[in-house]
T-cell receptor, first 111, second 113 residues
């Protein structure tokens, strides 16, 4: 079992819809959870992080964490074509510990 | 823009050669982590430097080595390059014990022929 798993996609959603991206992790010692967006040929950009169970909202983005189910998700409301990118889920054991990444989910928002 | 810079942007090397990649961390950040990202994969942790000391290492051979300088900038050195070393090399800076959020630089694309 891989440490961090994501559906590779592509996930296609129409413009204006809600995109739902999911991630599961295997290490119950994981404490911190991150979502990065990576455009083709570019480096990952941190868009959300969450440390506690529940929801965290920032603009059109909502991160959801359920440690009991070892599950973290990212919702993108009112999806725009500019949201088309690969979304990487990453986890670590808190503080300075290294990030463990999934392979990413490719999102395509269709105008 | 994260304030993390990397050089060079692109590099082409021949198998067996050595390469040095450079990274300047964001102002106020004392920790630099290096990752390797192969095509279609998520980044893989190489090692981390905190206050000029190696502070953790991933599953990479000793020919991958690094340094961190007093201004918290960092170098990644790779000796005896192999074809499989072709990848995007990413540097991420963070505030160390004060916060785990890591911010990436633009990366260096290394091609080994």
């Amino acid at each position: 079992q891989k440490e961090v798993e994501q559906n590779s996609g592509p996930l296609s959603v129409p413009e204006g819809a809600i995109a739902s991206l999911n991630c599961t992790y295997s290490d119950r010692g994981s404490q911190s959870f991150f979502w990065y967006r990576q455009y083709s040929g570019k480096s990952p950009e941190l868009i959300m992080f969450i440390y506690s169970n529940g929801d965290k909202e920032d603009g059109r983005f909502t991160a959801q964490l359920n440690k009991a189910s070892q599950y973290v998700s990212l919702l993108i409301r009112d999806s725009q074509p500019s949201d088309s990118a690969t979304y990487l889920c990453a986890v670590n054991k808190g503080g300075n510990t290294p990030l463990v990444f999934g392979k990413g989910t490719r999102l395509s928002v269709i105008a | 823009e994260t304030g993390v810079t990397q050089s060079p942007t692109h590099l082409i090397k021949t198998r067996g050669q050595q390469v040095t990649l450079r990274c300047s961390s964001q102002s106020g950040h004392n920790t630099v982590s290096w990752y390797q990202q192969a095509l279609g994969q998520g980044p893989q942790f190489i090692f981390q430097y905190y206050r000029e000391e190696e502070n953790g290492r991933g599953n990479f051979p000793p020919r991958f080595s690094g340094l961190q300088f007093p201004n918290y900038s960092s170098e990644l050195n790779v000796n005896a390059l192999e074809l499989d070393d072709s990848a995007l090399y990413l540097c991420a800076s963070s505030r160390g014990a004060l916060g785990g959020e890591q911010y990436f630089g633009p990366g260096t694309r290394l091609t080994v022929t």
